[in-house]
């Protein structure tokens, strides 16, 4: 079965400070990653895909087979970063995602 | 272009009913997943349609269904609803092909069964 697993519900930084949001996963095969974000009011919406190797809104993420890791890392954090991140996988070549259960970034000024 | 828009925003219905939830794609794609979204158990897949036709299917019960018109508009269906039904369900859109798998969501539709 396929799991996607963020152990933080809510992680608070200060502005400046450097991010990272953690997400293990568990899926035999070779999966598709994706971080995606919700900000306050607005729709889920995508952020990066493992795949894609981009950097978004300063956001980086890397694959870690090995330790079955999708990390969402960001050097310094802004006040706009803070929102509902949600990792997710799904099977290559399928539409069908799996979330984790989110952890709500909050940024202080 | 427009994005993905869901009918109706808010509902309330009673339990032992049933109702339908709409989607309408983004112009162009083939694709449509629906979601689950409830505090205890977070965003659950409950099927995806390309072409009309079911490609993926979650672990939901027979009572949740689904189908997608010619012009990929989809609509959900859950019948003698249950009041663990309540949720915010989005619908989700991409191409459904390999160039992207991109999913561009919905605002949802927000259901509580009393």
């Known amino acids: 079965a396929q799991r996607v697993t963020q152990p933080e519900k809510l992680l608070s930084v200060f502005k400046g400070a450097p991010v990272e949001l953690k997400c293990n996963y568990s899926?035999?095969?070779?999966?598709?990653l994706f971080w995606y974000v919700q900000y306050s009011r607005q729709r889920l919406q995508l952020l990066l895909r493992?795949?894609s190797r981009e950097s978004i809104k300063g956001f980086t993420a890397d694959l870690n087979k090995g330790e079955t890791s999708f990390h969402l890392k960001k050097p310094f954090a802004q006040e706009e970063d803070s929102a509902m991140y949600y990792c997710?996988?799904?099977?290559?070549?399928?539409?069908?995602?799996?979330f984790g259960k989110g952890t709500k970034l909050s940024v202080i000024p | 272009k427009a994005g993905v828009t869901q009918t109706p925003r808010y509902l309330i219905k009673t339990r032992g009913q049933q109702v339908t939830l709409s989607c309408s794609p983004i112009s162009g794609h083939r694709s449509v997943s629906w979601y689950q979204q409830t505090p205890g158990q977070g965003l659950q897949f409950l099927f995806e349609?390309?072409?009309?036709?079911?490609?993926n299917k979650g672990n939901f019960p027979g009572r949740f269904s689904g189908r997608q018109f010619s012009n990929s508009r989809s609509e959900m269906n859950v019948s003698t609803l249950e009041l663990g039904d309540s949720a915010l369900y989005l619908c989700?859109?991409?191409?459904?092909?390999?160039?992207?798998?991109?999913?561009?969501f919905g605002p949802g539709t927000r259901l509580t069964v009393t």
């Open positions: 493992h795949i």
């Open positions: 899926y035999s095969g070779s999966p598709e």
């Open positions: 989700a859109s991409s191409l459904g092909d390999s160039r992207s798998y991109e999913q561009y």
């Open positions: 997710a996988l799904s099977g290559a070549g399928s539409y069908q995602l799996t």
């Open positions: 349609y390309f072409s009309e036709t079911q490609r």
